[in-house]
């Protein structure tokens, strides 16, 4: 997949735009100041595929805890900033490693400057992130909430930089409509060289943010559009990396294990719907190796639509086959189904 490249900015050590893997973001919903909550979220979220993590910084509290809490993470750290410019002042001096904020939002010139003349120390990058709820007056009163009002005012945050010489910019124009959001992505991306940071925002809980980020993030990405993605979901923030991750495999934007299994039909003779979760779960440790297993419900036509998987099996009456790259190996009984195929990756891996 061709990507359109931008210019490289740095958040900590990980490289964002040109033509360096898409990354994966989340946002910690713990308070900040809670130290012990924070790393320990930030811990498993790095565990479960996490690359860059954002905490709020809504008081001084919680941007003197950044300097603690990356001490005991492994990952880089945004500062989620509105409207007080010495929170940002702060959070830099406490080691953050990039800022969310809108310069427009934080008062006079000197105030901007102030940020920047800190954030220039480190180049420490900041993303303008315009979202199509919380648009400027003016914008709104000219065009109402369209594509139009949308990037003219993250263009304009941008403008606010740019005057200072400073380019460390990655921007974000979220919206909770679908087609809002890819439409001001795809003009925004026309329209200016810095990375773009993706998602889709006020998605809402699991099912139907799942659906709303798949399908805004997935389709810029596919046409090249976007270096960075956060999934946003009412829920815990380890269902986005998952969302994140399987967004990315299914676009071939990351490599990993791939479990394909067919949606059952009149010849499915086993339990093959809580077999394809079971396999899922067993195989959780296997989540980066480059292989397809396949979870199919019959014989007759199993093995043969999955022969691109590298392992699988195939559901009979009461028993079930295990099979290699379209080849049949084994014939087993139904209850065994599960432990003979994770037993056969087992062993390729030890090998
Ligand atoms: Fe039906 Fe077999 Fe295809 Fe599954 S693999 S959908 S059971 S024909």
Do not use: W
């Not at 979760?277 to 989540?287: D, G, H, M, S």
């Amino acid at each position: 997949m061709e990507r359109i490249s931008k210019k490289v900015i740095y958040v900590g050590g990980i490289a964002i735009g040109g033509n360096h893997p898409v990354t994966i973001q989340s946002m910690c919903n713990t308070l900040t100041q809670d130290i012990e909550k924070t790393v320990t979220q930030i811990n498993q979220l790095t565990e479960a595929g996490c690359q860059i993590i954002r905490v709020a910084v809504p008081n001084m509290e919680a941007a003197q805890a950044i300097s603690e809490i990356k001490k005991q993470i492994s990952i880089p750290i945004i500062a989620d900033i509105h409207f007080d410019y010495r929170l940002a002042i702060e959070s830099i001096k406490s080691g953050v490693d990039a800022l969310r904020l809108n310069p427009g939002n934080i008062g006079s010139e000197n105030n901007v400057k102030a940020v920047i003349d800190h954030a220039k120390e480190r180049k420490i990058p900041i993303r303008i992130g315009v979202n199509s709820g919380s648009l400027q007056k003016d914008k709104l009163e000219k065009y109402g909430v369209c594509t139009q009002a949308i990037v003219e005012s993250a263009l304009e945050h941008v403008s606010i930089l740019e005057k200072l010489n400073y380019e460390e910019i990655k921007i974000s124009v979220k919206a909770s409509s679908v087609p809002l959001t890819i439409d001001s992505y795809r003009l925004l991306s026309s329209k200016c060289p810095y990375p773009l940071h993706l998602g889709v925002t006020e998605s809402g809980t699991e099912f139907t943010g799942t659906i709303k980020s798949s399908i805004g993030i997935g389709t810029l990405l596919a046409e090249g559009i976007g270096d960075t993605i956060r999934v946003s979901l009412t829920d815990d923030p380890m269902k986005e990396i998952y969302v994140a991750k399987q967004i990315l495999k299914s676009l071939g934007l990351r490599k990993g294990l791939e479990i394909v299994s067919c949606p059952t039909c009149g010849r499915t003779q086993i339990d093959l719907i809580n077999l394809a979760k079971q396999v899922e779960i067993a195989l959780k440790p296997y989540e980066e190796k480059e292989i397809t297993v396949a979870v199919m419900g019959c014989e007759v036509n199993g093995p043969g639509e999955a022969r691109e998987a590298d392992f699988g099996i195939a559901g009979g009456k009461g028993l079930g086959l295990i099979f290699q790259k379209g080849e049949i190996i084994k014939k087993v009984d139904e209850k065994e189904l599960l432990n003979e195929l994770i037993a056969l990756i087992e062993k390729h891996y030890s090998n």
